[in-house]
């Protein structure tokens, strides 16, 4: 049976019944503002901030009983003939009380025994309908949720219709708990931030104005209002309001059992002021009688009031001015007035899903509509992280928001397709975050560019993030040719970190301020590449005991974290190696391309530039040398520049690249018969992370037993970075294919079984195996060693990853998850942390760049395309939508007898009918020249022909 059934070309599915599946839900956000979750049952949580929850915070355990949350009620009279009695109170006549949102003791009770509802759920993205239907009450509802694009306001547009074939008399009633305060006071005076609510009934809804707020910034006057409002459909004011929690569920009730809804009890009236108490949006409409097939529309409008945001500008601390509650009233009723009629409501979704659908402009057609529907889903997810971080929806309950460093850039590399005008100033403002020791700001503010000292003082050091800013702006410099970026000038993160966190610069404190400077006291700026040099010549320095660099805090496992003192990460060493060399070859083009023989660096960078066999083979010279160079930056710098010319750091940087290279390969391959893999990792002893039970000799084991040990990210970057051999890259795919792969579980794992709590190692081995970090189908390294496979001719290799990746979780019945890819998934198969995820960047960027393999070079758009026979469709096209240098891109490959990728080369390729240059047969080429004078409103047509 299939589940997922999806209903355009842009996403948007239908699936039955899914409250009978766990851990489900979409995100519903603006493009500022608020940030939702939201569950088939309209469970799921609000929020602006972590010090700003609109709706109680919810993390995926939460889910399943989530009921204090947004719910619409219907009191169900027994039908009369006559229509309307006037009844009141507790009701003889009360047949019952259904929640259109399948969320009442009664469904709850009855859903898998003698299930009474029908529900089904459409979406597409930031948006949800759900329907329900009940044989008992003769009703059918369908609720709508989105939230505005500003982000203002999240939406619930409830229709109700009579089925039956007699009229059905209803009491409808919404209800929103308005939790309303900070993250932190879930548990941390959860009771005493309740005082701090003053509650005020307005005319069409509940205000909840906290006086003060409770968070890790301290005790602060609040300035922000939370708010639901409500309406019928045409615009008609509510009856009464039942702003308190203790009012509406009543002693003894709950939310799935209200007492307001259940005995008819009388609400409050407008201008009605509460203080001190649990507040909710309960927002009572008049009794209404519907006609058979009559439908009756009711709307629920929520969100927060920022006064920092909107009319009062936030100053945090100094504003010690009280709100003026009736300002913020004034803008939520401006606010909300504008969608308080159906047609309103109608016109503000059909905008929200034509925006978001507008800001996916990526589409792929590869021979099935449903995996181009979960790549569509995979597009969007990027959008999503650049939204939610790492910290706001219900499985990503981690931090108190923002994103991590390596997230940051990683999310850059898919905005470069979709939303490039914007990233080029993002790239540049992000090496802001650099320290002048080669390391970063790792707390990222909500602006761009904007960098927070850690206030816990915790010196860690994730030896990975230096590497992937250069990978983005490797990508920026390809797809547009803009080398100038390279020579903007940006001044470096200071703080009290010094000395890649082995140090304190004592000599700084807060009135110093966040940015690097000189002698002179003035602060110092230095080119983008002068960045990208330091960050990545550092790390050639900081090695450990087996010369590979060390592993410090953790590398892109964020899980392998205790190993200190002498941990060492050969799999990021390939990872540097590999920059080390690209960044070379952009220099070469510089001097070729723009005549440029020189380069301006601090002056105390010259010393990382030491170079010669001697220096490389000894890791306690490498060691001074670094010491010589954090020393001379440890304060401040001179602010003299020395002049360095181009030539000579681009044969240095190769040098440097080939040794490291070769000193991987002779130390750390690791052969197992015909299979053969590289160690990835030193441990806090000092020894070998990885081995072979097959052949390794047993004194340099990491653990007692003799399993083998094999991880697949030093696989990745070996492989990505040209160090591994193309023999060695043959036996890396038969040791992850004999060792790793796990279809059932989704394909390649992060590792094997270690059967050891390697605490010497990482917090990984606490996990049990096959979750997350420690042995689970990690997508993001995955996509990573698609992309490394197809870049290196293995597009067959690369095509298995990517593709069983899909396959499991397009396959519901196990991943049990919405489209998307998620972050891993389980032992089951079960897709876990959806939507937020790195691998949705990489997956999208290697289907364009290396499966449909249209690349940027140095800004000329150049199409080399890797498609396996199945991703053609049954006339043997494949197409790709994208755009490129401010251009609409169609792009079709033919291969109409579907040979083999290997097996065939290009034989014509035309722009609008222009012929263009098939290098060789090999790749296509549009010269940006020629992409310039193409015109930017129309859909410009490429064919490839195949043969
Ligand atoms: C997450 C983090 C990423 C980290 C990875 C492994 O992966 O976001 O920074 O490298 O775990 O610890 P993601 O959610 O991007 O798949």
Redesign the pocket.
Known sequence: MKHIEFQDKNGSFIIHDPENYSGLYLPLAGEKGLKSSITPNLGGDSKTDQNHFLLEPVSIENLHNNRNTRNFWCQVYKNTEAGDTALSGADPKLLGCWSVCGNSAEQEFQKFTDKQDESTLEAGFMWQKISRKSQKYGLQAEVTSFVTISGDMEVEYVEITNISEKKVEIVPTGAIPVYGRSADNLRDHRHVTSLLHRIRTTDYGVEVTPVLSFDERGHQKNNTTYFVYGSDENGEKPESFYPTVEEFIGEGGTFLNPEAVRINKPGKPSGTELQGKEAVGGIRFSRKTLKPRETAGYILLCGIADAGEQQFPRKENTDKKAIDPAKASKWIESLTSGCRTRSQVRNMLEEVKEHWIRKVNVAFETGSEDADNYLKWICFQPIL?RIYG?SFLPYHDYGKGGR?W??LW?DCLALLIMEPSEVRQMIIDNYGGVRIDGTNATIIGSGQGEFIADRNNITRVWM?HSFWPFVTTKLYLDQTGDLDVLFEKIPYFKDLQSKRGTAHDEEWNSSYGNLQKTDANEIYHGTVLEHILLQNLCAFFDVGDHNEMCLHG?D????LDMAWEKGESVAFTCAYAGNLKDIAYVLREIESVQGINRIELAEEMECLFACGKQLYENPEKKQKVLKQYTDLSAHNLSGNKVVLSLKMVCSNLEEKADWLVENIRKNEWIQDGDKGWFNGYYDNHGRKVEYSAVSDETDNKAGAECNTRMMLTGQVFAVMSGTATEEQIQAICRSADAYLYDRKAGGYRLNTDFKEEKFDLGRMFGFAYGEK?NGAV????AVMYANALYKTGHAKEGYKVLQTLLDTAMDFERSKMYPGIP??FDNQGRGL?AY????ASWYMLTMITEVFGVKGQLGDMVIAPALMPEQYDQEGKASLKIEFAGRKFSIHIFNREKKEWNKVQIKEAFCDGTLLSAEGGRQARLKRSEIEKLTLEKVHEINIILN
């Open positions: 992280r790492c991590g390596r997230d990683q990975d953790a892109w496992n964020d899980a970090e990690f997508s993001h390294m972050e891993y942390y937020l995820t790195g691998a």
